[in-house]
């Protein structure tokens, strides 16, 4: 096991194009049982300051590019077992697309260093999907002004991410897991092509567009309804700014200014906030 481990840190670092300067192991019987082990590690870069801003680069009208993810990567574990083997009742070597479900569950990570390399000149800003999926690692990449509108039909969904799906809330999982999607790049209309090319499994998924605030305009309830919030999952999304209510010819017209503070939703999310609204 040992060895394999190291071998493995080995072709990361290969694929990294990094060194391995430093190691320690230490032996805890207290700690851990016979065949348990605890691993950890970190890396450290260099980078030029004057590059580090790409946040302010990032215009309307820009294409966003996946880069193709090879599974669960280092994010969703915990859910991912939980799904597969208590709700499912699965086991490791049970048959998924042709191999053990363990190989699948545990292939390693893809590492876009190189494909970054190739492709900096060509790029914008790029959003790593680790945790929290794409909802929560795209908007870091969005100026203030601006929102990201990614279509939910183009993504790549890989095979467990559609066999865990079965038992999980879309927008859970778009927030658990990256879906089939590593990286996503901020690109130029004109470079589009040509990242397209060089980026091995890469394709157009949305765009960058102008867009912060929602004002809900016309609204209307009966006279004698009651104009009342209850969905909490409003403020997953944002904080009302101001609400005007006026009575026209006996209907009660209600203008809601939102101010959104996640710079992306799913359709599923957009359905979900009129709902709040609605309530």
């Known amino acids: 096991t040992a060895t394999n481990v190291v071998a493995g840190i080995a072709e990361g670092c290969i694929q990294a194009q990094c060194a391995l300067i430093g190691g320690e192991t230490a032996e805890m019987p207290g700690m851990y049982s016979k065949d348990d082990y605890d691993l950890a590690g970190f890396s450290v870069g260099v980078a030029e300051k ?42 490791f070597n049970d048959d998924f697309n042709g191999k053990p479900l363990i190989q699948t569950l545990l292939t390693p990570t893809n590492i876009y260093v190189k494909t970054f390399k190739a492709l900096k000149n060509e790029i914008v800003a790029m959003a790593h999907i680790t945790g929290g999926g794409i909802i929560e690692n795209l908007p870091r990449v969005l100026p203030e002004n601006l929102m990201a509108e990614v279509k939910k039909e183009s993504i790549k969904v890989l095979p467990i991410f559609e066999l865990i799906s079965k038992h999980v809330d879309s927008n859970e999982m778009y927030r658990a897991f990256n879906m089939g999607i590593g990286m996503i790049l901020v690109v130029e209309d004109k470079n589009v092509d040509s990242v397209l090319a060089k980026a ?66 799913t359709l599923e999310h957009y359905h979900d906030m009129m709902d709040g609204f609605k309530h």
Do not use: C, W
Not at 50 to 57: A, F, G, I, K, P
Not at 229 to 244: C, F, I, W
């Open 50 to 91: 004057s590059e580090m801003d790409r946040v302010s680069l990032v215009r309307s009208g820009h294409k966003l590019i996946a880069l193709p993810s090879s599974g669960l990567h280092s994010n969703g574990f915990s859910l991912a077992r939980k799904v597969l083997f208590d709700t499912m009742n699965l086991d």
């Open 200 to 265: 091995d499994g890469s394709y157009l998924i949305g765009e960058i567009k102008e867009g912060k605030y929602l004002q809900i305009l016309a609204i209307s309830y009966n006279k004698q309804a009651t104009v009342k919030s209850k969905n909490t999952s409003l403020a997953y999304y944002g904080k009302v700014e101001n609400v005007d209510v006026e009575l026209k010819d006996k209907v009660v017209e209600v203008i809601i200014r939102f101010r959104f503070e996640k710079s992306f939703m």
